[in-house]
């Protein structure tokens, strides 16, 4: 597509009910990033991907949230036994990728979880 | 844990005049980078610095570097309305390994009409 495509942009759930939020990325780039913001606050790294490869995970906040990218492409965070605490957009992006360390980040619109 | 640090947090002005927010960062990088955020929307990427850069200009915007402070500097010239949102820094912490890109807490800039 033409933008980093987030799915669903809004999601309500019941306290211990497992999410599962999607990210399509753009067309053919390679490095795919998962944040959490508060509001108010920077986005605040969980884990990023090249390919399907999963890179450093040094940022998700538990055993309960994990991230896959299996054909390389499109990315889905899973936060099993929601809490309160999980509440916050969680915003996708995606970098074409090539020389480490550079290049920017194109951000999808997120997804807002509230845990009731 | 944020590796940038913006600076001020929050920046009112009025529209025509300049806006400069600053952003400290800890460890060494490759370089840095600056996004914009309107209310609630997905962040904007702006500009990128290099390293070995002092200066980058791009439109009414001016960026410098300065690695032996570990900071950087964004000027917003002739302010408009339509500059208002959230502005971040943000690096990739070391040299090599990891590519997480970690955003600082921002500025909030109102530029009043």
Known sequence: GAGVS???R?????????????C???SGHVSLYWYRQ??????????????????DKSGLPNDRFSAERPEGSISTLTIQRTEQRDSAMYRCASRAGGHPNTGELFFGEGSRLTVL | SQQGEEDPQALSIQEGENATMNCSYKTS??????????????????????????????????????????????????SRAADTASYFCATVPGKGGSEKLVFGKGTKLTVNP
Not at chain 1, 38 to 55: D, I
Not at chain 2, 52 to 75: A, P, Q
């Open chain 1, 10 to 22: 809004y999601k309500v759930t019941k306290r211990g009910q497992d999410v599962a939020l999607r």
């Open chain 2, 29 to 78: 990088i490759n370089n840095l980078q600056w996004y914009r955020q309107n209310s609630g929307r997905g962040l904007v990427h702006l500009i990128l610095i290099r390293s070995n850069e002092r200066e980058k200009h791009s439109g009414r915007l001016r960026v410098t570097l300065d690695t032996s402070k570990k900071s950087s500097s964004l000027l917003i010239t002739a």
């Open chain 1, 38 to 55: 508060a509001l108010g606050q920077g986005p605040e790294f969980l884990t990023y991907f090249n390919y399907e490869a999963q890179q």
């Open chain 1, 6 to 8: 987030q799915s669903p």
């Open chain 1, 24 to 26: 399509d990325p753009i």
